[in-house]
């Protein structure tokens, strides 16, 4: 049987962001800092054919030693960086990249790792939640835990963990490797 919808959370409640906090291992400024830049990530969205805007941003505090990393664009603090990402759509429609797809496209190659969290933004509600080739992509670079906020149109929310994303999910480690996470 399918799971439960997850429930819709008041994304500016203290009490409720205050509680998804603890659960989630997130700072209050941090979940505040996704929904903001979820949100704000949708205005790059280049979607003239679906007209359906998706914002992502990622929270990652860990950085490889990359001396070819040039030009980043995500922002960095001492609490971690925020990379964002849009979706990017194709005249040749299955060409489109994904929101999630290109925040972490942007993220890996500017050496970005350790992602603590995953916020993705729409203009509708309930909540779109990643579509499964984008599950498969966070796959190769988080952990199972990792949590997934997902905003809707007024900025509420529901948020769950990867792995209830993704379940007996295929990653790394049955490649025998240890992954990016
Ligand atoms: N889209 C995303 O950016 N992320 C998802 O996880 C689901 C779908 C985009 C792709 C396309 O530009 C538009 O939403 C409609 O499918």
């Known amino acids: ?33 996704l929904r903001d ?3 704000a990530a949708k205005a790059t969205s280049y979607s003239p054919y679906s007209k359906f805007r998706v914002g992502a ?25 925020y990379t964002p990402g849009a979706n990017v759509e194709n005249a ?6 994904c929101a999630e797809r290109v925040a972490f496209g942007r993220a890996i190659t500017e050496g970005h790792r350790g992602f603590k969290a995953v916020a993705v933004a729409t203009d509708i509600s309930p909540a779109a939640s990643p579509c499964g080739m ?12 990792m949590p997934i906020l997902m905003f809707d149109k007024d900025e509420n929310f529901s948020v769950l963990r990867l792995e209830d994303l993704l ?9 025998g490797i240890e992954g990016a996470a």
């Open 92 to 97: 040749s429609y299955p060409v489109t990249t």
């Open 37 to 39: 830049r979820a949100v």
């Open 134 to 145: 984008c599950r498969q992509f966070i796959r190769e670079f988080c952990e199972l835990s």
């Open 57 to 81: 941003v990622l929270l990652s505090t860990g950085k490889v030693n990359n001396a070819a990393v040039t030009g980043e664009r995500s922002s960095s603090s001492s609490e971690g960086t």
């Open 1 to 33: 049987m399918a799971p439960p919808a997850p429930p819709i959370l008041n994304g500016h409640s203290e009490t409720v962001i205050a509680q998804t906090c603890q659960t989630y291992n997130l700072t209050p400024s941090e979940f505040a800092q």
């Open 167 to 175: 379940p007996l999910s295929f990653g790394p480690d049955q490649m």
